[in-house]
């Protein structure tokens, strides 16, 4: 069974702060995606990354992919009251396999 | 384009009933999965369907089943209904194929079983 680690599970800071959360596996996933879900609401994806290594950023968000792709991190910059909510890391083993395997999440909550 | 919606988006039951959740994709996604979300265990995988075929099942028990209709829409049922089945049942859909396989959600429908 494959399973993604996230890590810390919640997270209070004030606006303005960084931040990195991360998403840990003992497993090799061919894809991995981000996504924030608001309180009432589904998922919403934010990226995907692919390659060993790669880098992606989304405004004020940097996506990382470990080389190995067995992890992966977020790091936010000046985190703004917006940024609040569940992230979540989920892993796409890739073949015929079509489900994605998601971590518990880090709970952000940003103070103004 | 619209986005995926379910129905209804809050349901109260009691022990021992069943109960249908609808799902409609995006138009033009092929694939809907569903998932269980709870403040414990997370979100955690049911079943995808792909042109009204099951592909693959997480580890649920029989109690928990689905099926997609020609028109991509899907439903999932939930018979005897337990009270640890009090969740947030959220469908995604895809376009079906398995690089990527990114997954858009639906606002989800909230479940409470009394």
């Known amino acids: 069974t494959q399973l993604l680690e996230q890590s810390p599970q919640f997270l209070s800071i004030q606006e303005g702060e960084n931040l990195t959360v991360y998403c840990n596996s003992s497993?090799?996933?061919?894809?991995l995606q981000w996504y924030r879900q608001e309180p009432g609401e589904g998922p919403v994806l934010l990226v995907t990354?692919?390659?060993?290594?790669e880098v992606k950023k989304l405004k004020r968000l940097t996506f990382q992919f470990g080389d190995a792709r067995k992890d992966s991190s977020l790091h936010i910059t000046a985190a703004q009251p917006g940024d609040t909510g569940l992230y979540l890391c989920?892993?796409?083993?890739?073949?015929?396999?079509?489900?994605?395997?998601f971590g518990k999440g880090t709970l952000l909550t940003v103070n103004p | 384009k619209a986005g995926v919606t379910q129905t209804p988006r809050y349901l109260i039951k009691t022990r021992g009933q069943q109960v249908t959740l609808s799902c409609s994709p995006i138009?033009?996604?092929?694939?809907v999965s569903w998932y269980q979300q709870t403040p414990g265990q997370g979100l955690q995988f049911l079943f995808e369907?792909?042109?009204?075929?099951?592909?693959n099942k997480g580890n649920f028990p029989g109690r928990f089943s689905g099926r997609q209709f020609s028109n991509s829409r899907s439903e999932m049922n939930v018979s005897t209904l337990e009270l640890g089945d009090s969740a947030l049942y959220l469908c995604?859909?895809?376009?079906?194929?398995?690089?990527?396989?990114?997954?858009?959600f639906g606002p989800g429908t909230r479940l409470t079983v009394l």
């Open positions: 990354v692919v390659t060993g290594g």
């Open positions: 989920a892993g796409n083993s890739g073949g015929s396999n079509y489900k994605l395997t």
């Open positions: 138009s033009g996604h092929r694939s």
């Open positions: 497993s090799v996933f061919s894809s």
């Open positions: 369907y792909f042109s009204e075929t099951q592909r």
């Open positions: 995604a859909s895809s376009w079906g194929g398995a690089n990527y396989n990114e997954q858009f």
